[in-house]
């Protein structure tokens, strides 16, 4: 049911990824267990991941992809409305390890399959081996008998993109051009294939995320399309915040954008945490060769900007920081015909991510 | 989606085991792979499992569950049109560890989830541990979204029944009143066990089945239903044959018998093979503790009646026997609106069953 397509491109066939905001049949998600990346076995970060499911199957189905060794504690723990599917991988970030859906708007409905390798490589990846989680976007493919277009060669995570499903991608140079990723190609020849594989027309670049050392700084912690034209970015005034610096450069470069279709990009702003979210409890997690280490007092990535658009719905990161209200008045202020839903994801944070990095939506055809 | 139904049984809600001849949706296979039962590192026995697959792809869709290891092998192996799925298993035997799926006549289908202990558990069981096996039948509702009753202390194995969905169950005494299965119920309770679960008025009992040694006597290499008030049952003149006396006994009795309808049974002869079928090439068979040892000579237990009734087909075993050409027109006259398609098999035969046991459909709701 699901072929492999390796003669052709989505663009050639008609096919584009759609925004976030179009209507969806779904989301996948991966159980968080690793040890060596989660605190306390996992187990603070396994509540949190419920949560969030919890949260999006208000909206629309959810599948939990799951390992066998944790399959029954998962479907114990979650609401019987979510879907629970055996399948191995290395971590939980189907954002990045997942397929990126298209369609072609005729009912079509495809995916790229894009190589992952735990961001970098062996240059200065995350953590070795990758091979699972290189085949959960074949696995989803699978699952929902989706033809896919593997883009053999070619290494991308689905938070460094946005798209605004018009023709236009926003992404940023520290991530798709960072020595790990595609050494080989220059920066035109990227831009080639994002618009190939993507169905797009028009690449805007920002210069940096707000994490160098893990993503090396992916799009969905800074900016994303909230509708055709406007985009949301990451604001503070206070010149102390670890990220001023690059949220305030890409608000002024995002102000300055036009897209695909020649639009000026209206720009929205949203706040970041008042205090930074510091790791705590790091010493529960597992010491491991391979996997990067993790101390207390480390900066975690805690972007209110990772959220996840559902049907209907908007699902917001919570940090029990001082500025939570005030980001889901302002997520809520940009989707005035959604219900914004926060959920407290501290833990999501720690591990490296958030609501958008542990989420795949399924487009519908 | 899908819930553990524990507080009501099948045939208090309406809902009943369909025949195998009523529509289906899609049958489940698993991929075969463990070197302490299939030889030469179960190669030629997925090479038979692909032609199986593919067979009965000509006629309504196959989902093959396969573990990550053999993952992108099988994908690769399988004909396009067969879904791949990830799922942890002890072995290959979904007739077995898999739901038993029950529809109400009305649109609903949900499934029975009975205690699976690899044919005995510690008192005669062919291996330990079993628990993966166990959970299949959980993992393939959860896929479906299939609400099942889970009969938890109840053991059973779906090749050890035979219903012909009004009302009737076939199965043995050898296996269902064997100690390794349900030694604290006498036949009366597992008849109640049996009704409430599939949905049925009348149980029907045959004394032995053929294989004594690995399912004890499972009813699907036996006889089984072709239409109401129609069954086949295994035949052959050959007193020298070694199922001789197992297959004119289950002739006598079921020629006896009336169904819950009160129709007396109409039995059609199917032939075994003219040659016992002996397994070969046990030597390249892995030697594991807790497996029971398989050596060159044995008796493999092949019969022609471990067929697959699907929909607009019928999938019959072939064993490179002189009898190959009758069984299939056999089959052909049982089943005049239906194509049959015969798959060799001998493979499967020497790991320890047939096309029967390695299947598992999915009716229509």
């Given amino acids: ?21 179009a209507p969806q049949d779904g989301v996948f998600m991966i159980w968080p267990e690793r040890p060596d990346n989660w605190r306390d076995g996992a187990k603070p ?7 969030v499911a919890a949260a999006i199957a208000q909206f629309e189905p959810v599948t939990m992809l799951v390992s066998n060794a944790q399959f029954e504690n998962a479907r114990a723990r979650l609401p019987e409305a ?22 072609d708007g005729r009912g079509g409905r495809r995916a790229a399959d894009w190589r992952f390798n735990a961001w970098g490589g062996l240059y200065d990846g995350l953590y070795f081996p990758w091979a699972n989680d290189d085949r959960v976007a074949q696995k989803i493919c699978e699952l929902t008998n989706t033809d896919s277009y593997r883009t053999d060669g070619f290494v991308l995570e689905g938070g460094s993109i946005h798209v605004d499903g ?12 960072s020595p790990g990723r595609n050494p080989d190609l220059d920066k035109h020849a990227i831009e080639k294939m994002l618009c190939a594989y993507l169905g797009c027309e028009k690449v805007l670049w920002l210069k940096d995320g707000i994490d160098p050392d ?13 509708r055709p034209g406007e985009v949301a970015c990451i604001w503070t ?8 610096e690059q949220a305030r450069a890409a608000y002024d470069a995002l102000s300055r954008m036009t897209d695909a279709k020649g639009r000026a990009l209206k ?25 990067i280490p993790r101390e207390s007092g480390e900066v975690a990535i805690a972007s209110y900007m990772n959220f996840l658009i559902v049907n209907g719905g908007v699902i917001v990161p919570q940090y029990d920081d001082e ?36 989420t795949q939506q399924l487009p519908r055809a």
Same sequence: chains 1, 2.
């Avoid at 945490?273 to 391979?290: F, M, N, S, Y």
Wanted: hydrophobic share 40%.
């Fill in 1 to 21: 049911m699901a072929k492999r397509i390796t003669d052709s491109t989505p663009i050639r066939d008609g096919y584009f990824m759609p925004a976030e905001f």
């Fill in 45 to 51: 970060a396994q509540a949190a991941f419920c949560a």
């Fill in 82 to 103: 979510v879907r629970v599917v055996e399948c191995t991988t290395d971590d939980a970030w189907v954002r990045d390890c997942g397929p990126t859906f298209l369609i």
């Fill in 166 to 177: 018009e023709g236009t991608v926003l992404t940023t140079e520290m991530c798709l051009l």
């Fill in 214 to 226: 893990e993503t090396n700084g992916h799009i969905d912690d800074v900016a994303c399309f909230i």
């Fill in 237 to 244: 005034d206070d010149k102390n915040h670890p990220f001023y």
């Fill in 267 to 291: 720009v929205h702003k949203l706040c970041l945490t008042k205090k930074p979210c510091l790791l705590h409890g790091a010493e529960t997690i597992d010491r491991v060769a391979g996997s």
């Fill in 323 to 358: 500025n939570d209200a005030l980001a889901l008045s302002q997520v809520q202020a940009m989707f005035p015909e959604r219900r914004v839903v926060g959920v407290a994801t501290r833990e999501i944070a720690y591990g490296g991510g958030n609501i958008h990095c542990i």
